[in-house]
T-cell receptor, first 112, second 114 residues
Framework: QKEVEQDPGPLSVPEGAIVSLNCTYSNSAFQYFMWYRQYSRKGPELLMY????GNKEDGRFTAQVDKSSKYISLFIRDSQPSDSATYLCAMSPPQAGTALIFGKGTTLSVSS | SQTIHQWPATLVQPVGSPLSLECTVEGTSNPNLYWYRQAAGRGLQLLFY??????ISSEVPQNLSASRPQDRQFILSSKKLLLSDSGFYLC?????????????FGPGTRLTVL
């Protein structure tokens, strides 16, 4: 079983739709969870950072962590064409200095 | 604020030629540094990481090597490139000792080996 599983998509939605992106993981030691957004031919940029279970909201973006199910989600409300990108989830064990574990990314396309 | 630079942005090299990619970070001291390769459909592959000058850990066996000659400089090298070395190479940094190890990525170098 891979440590982090992420559906690669592609996911196509119309402008204004609510988008749900998901990752599952197998290592219960993961405590820090991140979402990165990567535009085509660019480096990933940090979008959201969460610790432990619960929700975190930032504008149109909400990150959700369910540690009991080992499942994290990123919700995008009122999606825009500018949200078209690849979204990568990443996780870190509690020890400092440990490399992140990345999902393979989900490609999202928002049409106007 | 912190900034990470990578160069060149794109590179086309023949098989068997050498490689040198450079990454520098500004605005922070003693960061952790990372080299990743991203191939289509394969996600991010961690190649090397460094916790300090001269300290390099390799994650996968390959014909690539890394060096950290200065605190904020990380270099990826190869003596002879293979076709399979083509990909998008990303450098990243993180704050040393920070829990969660949030990483910040550079703009990347797109390498094509012909």
């Amino acid at each position: 079983q891979k440590e982090v599983e992420q559906d690669p998509g592609p996911l196509s939605v119309p402008e204004g739709a609510i988008v749900s992106l998901n990752c599952t993981y197998s290592n219960s030691a993961f405590q820090y969870f991140m979402w990165y957004r990567q535009y085509s031919r660019k480096g990933p940029e940090l979008l959201m950072y969460t610790y432990s279970s619960g929700n975190k909201e930032d504008g149109r973006f909400t990150a959700q962590v369910d540690k009991s199910s080992k499942y994290i989600s990123l919700f995008i409300r009122d999606s825009q064409p500018s949200d078209s990108a690849t979204y990568l989830c990443a996780m870190s064990p509690p020890q400092a200095g440990t490399a992140l574990i990345f999902g393979k990314g989900t490609t999202l396309s928002v049409s106007s | 604020s912190q900034t990470i630079h990578q160069w060149p942005a794109t590179l086309v090299q023949p098989v068997g030629s050498p490689l040198s990619l450079e990454c520098t970070v500004e605005g922070t001291s003693n960061p952790n540094l990372y080299w990743y390769r991203q191939a289509a459909g394969r996600g991010l592959q961690l190649l090397f990481y460094s916790v300090g000058i001269g300290q390099i850990s390799s994650e996968v066996p390959q014909n690539l090597s890394a060096s950290r000659p200065q605190d904020r400089q990380f270099i990826l090298s190869s003596k002879k490139l293979l076709l399979s070395d083509s990909g998008f190479y990303l450098c990243a940094w993180s704050v040393k000792g920070a829990l969660g190890d949030t990483q910040y990525f550079g703009p990347g170098t797109r390498l094509t080996v012909l």
